[in-house]
């Protein structure tokens, strides 16, 4: 079976949370499943600094204003199909913005570019790969399935949101140049509260809807993790599956992670100790026998910063130290950093994106905390559980359904591999630092904790069986739009 999968960033190409790394991951996770999986993208000069031999596919006169082709290539280990056209992704900046954070304007063509290219590529552009399936991610490639609705091709589609609250929204004013028939602009396709929604046409028009796990893919039916799109999302439910993401094992394995310190495995938990020590250096810390807990996050109202920023003296005054690696709204980069200046050798904030400084603090922090209001999947407490860094988060989607509270019955059971705390609340996320204090001086109910999570298949293992399934009911004829 040869599946498409289309997504604007991809690890190790280009990065900015975590739909890369699932993008980056599912074609070798699908392999074993008898999928041949090769991944669309568009061509940022990283992405074509790093191809190498370049085969031109499809040639476009005019692709939303200049010139542009289809191009196969592989680049670190990947199969790759990419859009070269400069106008749209030749600059210097973000992959969706301006260094100063604001959108590109033309957001609009250099993703509908994305979609179009999606559905050239299933009309049979590369005789050498005709996909069965066309599996989009997120708002920027959702445009796949509304052109290839409005076409002759009859290839399925899946569209998997990772994240409800990036919808692609514009002007109706754009509607005219995307090539779309005006029957398009209709509320059962891509018209959205009196705009157009590239996210949301994609909802309208896919084979079948997939999130990042079964927590959230009930939680986005409700008004409150909706989004707007609860209702669509109701009366498509027939459609929408809850997939677990996995990560991937070989680049995050504490046993051979060239980002550490000290390598170690379940079996020499001791052996932490060397990177506990280099991210004490790192981040300032004493060095004593407190636990550290870290936070490596984008730093957004979604993932709580604002509460964890307003519980710090709390979280200090119950015996914890901080380690927290992120970057994102100002405002909470300076409410950090003001924080950690009122505690010092007790915490240390490090702004920016650092992908080795991100292992370290896995291998050498006690616990890693994640309040999210609301968390598609996750993946830092995957991470944490492989890490034996003892995940601490808020109840809600992914974060409930990867760790198993230590509650008394867990405990007693042996099946806790972290804790969990109700979202949106400062005080029960501070109680949880407390209860996570007193587990960790309990020397051996923590270790038993740590290797428990150890113990946790967050693999791709049975989460690809679960895509592989779907593409083939699709193939069989459920969910043809
Ligand atoms: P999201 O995609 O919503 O940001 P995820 O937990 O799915 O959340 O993925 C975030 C990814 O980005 C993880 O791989 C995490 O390690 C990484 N990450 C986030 N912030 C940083 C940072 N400042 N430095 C390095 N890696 C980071
Ligand atoms: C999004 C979500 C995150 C999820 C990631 C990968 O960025 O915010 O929860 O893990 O996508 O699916």
Partial sequence: MKVLSVASEVVPLVKTGGLADVAGALPAALAGHGVEMRTLMPGYPAVMKALGKKTRVKAYADLFGGKAAIVRAKAAGLDLYVVDAPHLYDRDGGIYGQADGTDWPDNWARFAALGRAAADLAAGADEKFRPDIVHAHDWQAALAPAYLHHSETAVPTVVTVHNLAFQGRFGAEVFSQLGLPPAALAVDGI????????LKAGLQY??????VSPTYAREIRTPEFGMGLDGLLNARADRLHGILNGIDTDVWDP????HLASRYSARSL???????????????????????ICVVSRLTWQKGMDILAAEFDA??????KLAILGSGDQALEGALLAAAARH?????VVIGYDEALSHL?????????IPSRF????????????????????RTGGLADTVIDANDAALSAGVATGLQFAPDRGDAMTDAVRRMVALYRAKAAWKAIQKQGMKADVSWLRSAGQYAALYRALMAGEGRT
């Fill in 191 to 198: 018209e959205y509260y009196g705009g157009i929604g590239f």
């Fill in 206 to 211: 896919a084979g079948a809807i997939t999130t």
């Fill in 255 to 258: 046993a051979g992670d060239r």
């Fill in 270 to 292: 001791k052996d932490r100790k060397g990177n506990r020590l280099a991210v004490e250096k790192r981040f300032g810390l004493d060095a004593d026998d407190d636990p550290i």
């Fill in 315 to 320: 979280i200090i005054a119950a015996g914890a």
């Fill in 344 to 348: 010092e050798g007790r915490a240390g």
């Fill in 361 to 369: 603090l896995q291998g050498g922090s006690d616990a890693i905390l």
């Fill in 375 to 394: 968390e598609p999947c996750g993946l830092t407490q995957l991470y944490g559980l492989r890490y034996g860094c003892v995940p601490l988060v808020a």
